[in-house]
C-alpha cells in the first residue's frame, strides 16, 4: 500500500515534516519513505492511498487506560457526591467493577475501541478489573482488541478487596495471560497490582512470586495521599520504598499516577528505571493533585502519557497536562510542549517497545510498524519541526482524525470504521447498560448500608 500525497511527521528521536513524501507499507510495516515519482516507480503494482494533502503521523499511544469504567459515563452516584478520591473508589468504581460480567467486559472494551480508532490511538495500555468474572477476562478483552484490529498491553488489577480467593485468580489470569500472549500478534500482557493501599505483604510476596522472569507490574503509586497514609501505617515506610521490597520496580513496571510520592520515591523509581504515567485529566477530576512532571523528566525519567479511562482522544490529555501545571504552580514556564510531545510520543513509543520487543513503534521510519494515522489539519501559520507540539496543543482537534491504519492494516478510512459495526456496539451496550447500573446501585447502596 502506497500512501501518497501526504505530509509525513516522523516524530521518533529526531522530528522531521515531510511534505509532499510517499510511504510504502507492505505486511504491517513501513518498507520505504521517499518522494512519491520515486516511490511509484519502485512500486508500480502498490494500491494507492491519497491522503489528500492530510497530515500523515503515527497513531497515539495511551499509557494507561481502564476499558472496565466505560460504563460510568452517565451513571448516577447513590448517596452524597464523593468527597475525596477514597470516596470515589469506595462509592463509584469498586460497586461498578463488581456489577460487570463476561458480556459486559466485552461491551466496556468494545465502546473504547470504537472511540480509540476514532481518535487515531492504536495502542492502549489496559488495567482491568471484574471480581466476578476474572478467570478468562483477560481472553474476553484480547478478543475485542484483535477484532477491532488496535495494540494492547492487558492486566488483571490483583488486590485483597475481594478476599483471598479472588486475589488467587487474579494472579493466576495475569499469569496465564502473560505466557498465552506472548504469541499474539497485536496483544501482551503484563501484571496488573491495584495500589499498595489494597494490598498486604503476603500478596505482594505471592505476585513476585507468581511473576514470569523478565516480565514486570502495572500499579497505580501514590495517586492520593491515602496510599501513602496507608503504606506508613502497614510497615513504616512509604509506598515506593514498601513495594522496592518486594521487587516491584523495574524497566518492564509501569507506576501509575505518583502524585504525592516524596524525593526518595523519585529517586528509586528513577534507579530501577520504572516507567510513570501521567493523566491529567484523571488527576483534575478526582482532585488528587498534579504529579511533578517537570521534576521527573528533568531527572531523566521515562514519564508518559495515559488517560486513565477518560475518552480515548490522547490530545485532550496533551492540553491538559499543558494547562495543569501552568495553574498549579502559577507558572506559565512549567510542562514545556515539547515535554509533552516527548512524553506522548517518544516515551509512550518506547514504553509499548518494552512489550513488543523487536518491533519499531511510534515512529515514520522504514522497518518501523505501520501504525498511522491522517489527520485533517490545514494550519494557518507556518507549521514547522520547532512549533508542532503548540500546533497540537492550540490546533489540533479529535475530529480531525480521518483515517486510522495499525500493522498495515485500514481500520478507519474517512471517518468509516471497517473493522468494527459502531451501531451495532453501542446498541448492545445501551441494551446492557441498565442491568449494569442496577446492579451498581445495589453494590454502591449495600456499601452505604455498610457504613451506617
Ligand atoms: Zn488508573
Redesign the pocket.
Known sequence: MLIVNGTLVTWGENNRILSDHALNVEGSVIKAIGKPQELMGRYPQAEQLDARGQLVMPGNICA???FYGAYARGVAIPGSAPKNFPQILEQLWWPLDKALDKETIRTSALVCLVDAIKHGTTTLID?HASPNFIEGSLDVIAKAVDKAGLRAVLCYEVTDRDGEDKMRAGIAENVRFIKMAKAHQRVRGTFGLHGSLTLDDITLRACADAIPSGDGFHI?VA?HEADEDNSIRRSGKRVVPRLQEFGIWGDKTIA??CVHIDDNERQILQDSGTWVTH?PR?NMNNAVGAAKIDEMLAHGMKVCL?N??FSNNMWADWKDAYLLHKVVNRDPRRANGADIARMATYNNARLVERFFSGMNIGELTEGARADLIFVDYHPYTPLNEGNLAWHILFGFEASMVTTTIVDGVVLMRDRVLYTLDETEIVAEALELAPIVWEQYAKNANAVLAAKH
Open positions: 494507561h487506560t481502564h488495567h497505580h495517586e501509575a499516577h493523566q484523571s495515559g486513565d479511562g
